[in-house]
């Protein structure tokens, strides 16, 4: 599969690009700076071995894509999507964007919209399926793709097909997904993230994530 990661200059970005580079994507890190794009994309092609990631500017990369992902902070998420929103027509995007409190990234911060995801789709309209995922993953753990995450990622969306492509992606990604339902379910996703820095910061954890008990009856990557 081809993906575009936007704003995959960033730690949470690259992360996600060297492990499904590992699992054999295609994958091209955008950034509004492509000469950024270009040199982060052959740093990672030289630290590990086998890889082919490519750099480019955000609009390029997304054109090319099958799937796109908006790894960028939220106080450029309006502008990123605005600025490839041409290319997104019929795709299926990934909205990892939390929005944070720049005054205490420790506490929960809900957007005019109720969530980056749910603004996402409103702006883009129902030619592309937003689905949002990823927001509770430590950028720690997946720049050591070598090591397994014991981290569970919430998926949601309102397309059931869109879901499906994206918990194989996390699987791919060596991780655990869950059909967390709709799209407005992104605002709990999204809010546990400021939860999980303060967890962080409090004790002391490198990473801190969640992760869902039970046994399930059926797959936990299947909607």
Request: with cysteine; hydrophobic share 40%.
């Amino acid at each position: 599969m081809k993906i575009a990661v936007l704003g995959g200059t960033g730690k949470e970005g690259s992360g996600l690009a060297l492990r499904w580079a590992r699992s054999g994507h295609a994958i091209t890190i955008g950034s509004r700076d492509e000469a950024k794009a270009h040199r982060v994309a052959d740093e990672l092609n030289q630290m590990h071995a086998n890889l082919q990631l490519r750099g480019a500017d955000n609009l390029n990369a997304a054109q090319d894509a099958d799937v796109v992902v908006l790894t960028v902070p939220y106080r450029a998420h309006a502008d990123t999507l605005n600025s490839v929103r041409s290319a997104l027509h019929g795709k299926v995007l990934v909205d990892v964007t939390v929005p944070v409190n720049p005054d205490d990234i420790t506490r929960v911060s809900l957007p005019p919209g109720g969530s980056a995801a749910r603004e996402a789709q409103s702006l883009l309209g129902n030619d592309v399926q937003v689905v949002a995922a990823f927001q509770n993953i430590s950028s720690t753990n997946l720049k050591k793709p070598e090591d397994p995450i014991d981290c569970d990622v919430l998926v949601c969306g309102d397309d059931a097909n869109a879901k499906r492509i994206i918990l194989a992606l996390v699987q791919d990604a060596g991780l655990r997904g869950w059909d967390a339902g709709p799209l407005d379910n992104a605002v709990a996703v999204e809010s546990l993230t400021p939860i999980l820095l303060g967890l962080n910061r409090r004790y002391k954890i490198i990473g801190a994530g969640i992760h869902i008990t039970g046994q399930p009856h059926a797959p936990a990557t299947t909607p």
